[in-house]
Every structure is written in structure tokens, then in C-alpha cells.
């Protein structure tokens, strides 16, 4: 069963801790994005990658860091120097340069910081 | 530039009515435009794309108008239902370069559709 699967569904964190939330990509993707998403703002993308060992910062990438040391993973550690990281977080993935730009999203993590 | 602006910011229509949501952009260098619909606490679905070559696609009681002179393009939705009633997202993105594949958004429209 093809698809992006994202966990924790929901994580909740102190102020101070980092926390890394995880996404996996069975579908043979190169590409992969991380999106937050606030009521009203529509989706924001923090950092994408196109290929392995590869990520490029996105619109709002302060606070955030990821890494791609697998094709099909895209973890995106939100750290204590994000200021306000309580939100959806949406993971998702394409073919990249060798597809049609279309992009499979995952089913998100709701993040709140207590 | 890479703004894409979205309107209206709600909407409710009558089961069996159109909705209609509009979205315009800056950057003539996007081609690619698709159309997310969203549920509560869900990922966003594709649901219809169009590329700038051609000025309208249909997908059942989906219909994506494009006027690349305006660069504005729609969302129509025929015969609304409740179960259409979700948040939809436009989007832009472009092939090429650095930002091959980066969608940039608009803000959303969040559809109710009264039975």
C-alpha cells in the first residue's frame, strides 16, 4: 500500500526541548517538502529536498532543521529556537525533475508546545 | 513575486449551487497550478491541475478556468454537495532551476455547503 505515512499524529513539547517528527515515503519519490501550516496562512513550506544527501531551505526555515540520509525519509527536527512551532506539519513528496510537479501529502502532525 | 493570493476567505453555498474560488499570481514563470482540497485534521488531496497551455479543464463537477493574461485562474464546482464542504488550496509552482517543484499557496478557502 503506496503512500507517505507521518508520526506522531500529534506530539506535544515543553518550551526549551527540540523535537524531530518523522515521515516515510513508499513511493519511490525523489523529491520531498515540509510544510506548517497556521489557520488563515495557507501552507508555508520550511525545507525541501530533490535528492539524497540534498535540502534546500524554504520560506521559513529558522528553527528548523532536517535531513535526508534516505530516499524515503524526511525528518524535520523542530528545535527550541523556533519561537512559536505549535501547528499542523505537513510532510510530502513528488517524482522531482522527472515528474509533473505533483505532490503526495501525508496525513500531518499536530504539534503543540505546552 | 512568488505570491499567489486566493478569494474569497469563506464561502457557503446551497447543495446544488457553484462555488466558485479565485486565485491570481505575480510570477509569469509558474506553470503548473493545481487544486488541494482539504478535510479537518487531514493532508491536503490533489484534485485538479492545469498547465498554462490550454484555458479550462474539466473533471466531473470540477473545472479549472485559466486566463494567462490575466494571470488569474479558478475553481468551479458544479452541483455542490455537502460533502464538498472542505478547505481548498490553490497553488503555483514551476519547472526548473533551484525552485523545480516548490508550490507556493494561496491562503485557502474554507467551502460550507448547506444541505
Known amino acids: 500500500d503506496g503512500g507517505i505515512t507521518q508520526s506522531p499524529k500529534y506530539l506535544f513539547r515543553k518550551e526549551g526541548q527540540n523535537v524531530t517528527l518523522s515521515c516515510e515515503q513508499n513511493?519511490?519519490?525523489?523529491?520531498m517538502y515540509w510544510y506548517r501550516q497556521d489557520p488563515g496562512q495557507g501552507l508555508r513550506l520550511i525545507y525541501y529536498?530533490?535528492?539524497?544527501?540534498?535540502?534546500q531551505k524554504g520560506d521559513i526555515a529558522e528553527g528548523y532543521s532536517v535531513s535526508r540520509e534516505k530516499k524515503e525519509s524526511f525528518p524535520l527536527t523542530v528545535t527550541s529556537a523556533q519561537k512559536n512551532p505549535t501547528a499542523f506539519y505537513l510532510c510530502?513528496?513528488?517524482?522531482?525533475?522527472?515528474?509533473?510537479?505533483?505532490?503526495?501529502f501525508g496525513p500531518g502532525t499536530r504539534l503543540t508546545v505546552l | 513575486q512568488q505570491q499567489v493570493k486566493q478569494s474569497p476567505q469563506s464561502l457557503i453555498v446551497q447543495k446544488g449551487g457553484i462555488s466558485i474560488i479565485n486565485c491570481a499570481y505575480e510570477?509569469?514563470?509558474?506553470?503548473?497550478f493545481p487544486w488541494y482540497q482539504q478535510f479537518p485534521g487531514k493532508g491536503p488531496a490533489l484534485l485538479i491541475a492545469?498547465?498554462?497551455?490550454?484555458s479550462e479543464k474539466k473533471e466531473g463537477r470540477f473545472t479549472i478556468s485559466f486566463n494567462k493574461s490575466a494571470k488569474q485562474f479558478s475553481l468551479h464546482i458544479m452541483d455542490s454537495q455537502p460533502g464538498d464542504s472542505a478547505t481548498y488550496f490553490c497553488?503555483?509552482?514551476?519547472?526548473?532551476?533551484?525552485?523545480?517543484?516548490?508550490?507556493?499557496f494561496g491562503q485557502g478557502t474554507i467551502l460550507t455547503v448547506h444541505p
Open positions: 510530502a513528496s513528488s517524482f522531482g525533475t522527472s515528474g509533473n510537479n505533483e505532490q503526495f
Open positions: 513511493l519511490n519519490h525523489d523529491a
Open positions: 529536498s530533490q535528492i539524497v544527501n540534498d535540502f
Open positions: 510570477n509569469t514563470a509558474f506553470d503548473y
Open positions: 492545469i498547465r498554462p497551455d490550454v
Open positions: 497553488a503555483a509552482s514551476m519547472r526548473g532551476g533551484t525552485s523545480y517543484g516548490k508550490l507556493t
